[in-house]
């Protein structure tokens, strides 16, 4: 497992954190919390996620902690402390907290991708393609849910999925070079070295000699001149 889980900060992208916090706060809370402004719950999340993106997480904790007391079911919170546990390593803690934001809102991918990763942790592959199944069908250009959900076929034995899902990875993420060396892997066990083989190790040496995105991890790059072993689940950098 990768040590950088995909940060959810998606309402503080999105430019309506305000609107979005005030949807799951009762007026009682909203009153108690006081007027929008630097202590406001919305202007306390992007501080939040900010000290996140920085590797502050006790005060990132302590913030989205104390967004809880304003806020109980802030799904974002809630995810992103699972983060914070997943990063120290605590993946049952990160399992526990991602769940109950699943619970508040379940049509989050990222939820789903980075609750699968806690589960890997835990050697827990069956849930693991359960999540990662939903967090596709939620958002069908998630590369590195296709990626992943791949390198678990392939352990089940399942190659001809594992292939589909590497397609995948590579079809909304043509320069993600892990998914072309994990393919290139499955069908050399299938088939051996195939011309089919040789166009993919070709394409992916293409690509390892490009500048790396900032958007998605590509760290399990091998130097070999033959592909590598799979790489175990892949994480996204903090957005």
Not at 13 to 26: A, E, F, H, L
Request: proline share 5%.
């Amino acid at each position: 497992m990768g040590s950088n889980p995909i940060l959810s900060a998606n309402i503080t992208k999105s430019g309506n954190t305000s609107k979005t916090i005030d949807k799951v706060m009762s007026r009682k809370q909203r009153r108690a919390a006081g007027p929008a402004g630097a202590n406001s719950p919305a202007a306390l999340f992007n501080a939040a996620v900010a000290h996140h993106q920085t590797g502050a997480l006790i005060e990132a904790e302590r913030q989205y902690r104390h967004i809880l007391t304003l806020v109980p079911n802030h799904a974002d919170s809630l995810h992103n402390l699972g983060l914070i546990a997943l990063q120290r390593g605590d993946a049952a803690a990160a399992v526990e907290l991602i769940d109950k934001a699943i619970k508040i809102n379940g049509a989050v991918a990222e939820y789903h991708y980075n609750v699968a990763l806690a589960w890997r942790a835990l050697n827990r592959n069956d849930h693991v393609a359960t999540h990662l199944e939903r967090a596709v069908a939620l958002r069908a250009d998630h590369a590195l849910a296709h990626l992943n959900l791949g390198n678990v076929r392939r352990e089940q034995g399942r190659s001809a999925d594992a292939v589909a899902c590497y397609e995948r990875a590579i079809a909304v993420s043509p320069n993600l070079a892990v998914a072309r060396f994990n393919l290139a892997n499955v069908l050399s066990e299938q088939a051996g070295r195939t011309p089919r083989w040789r166009n993919i190790i070709r394409s992916w040496r293409s690509i390892r000699t490009m500048p790396r995105p900032t958007a998605i991890s590509a760290q399990h790059s091998s130097r070999s001149a033959a592909p590598p072993k799979p790489c175990p689940i892949s994480s996204g950098r903090p957005r």
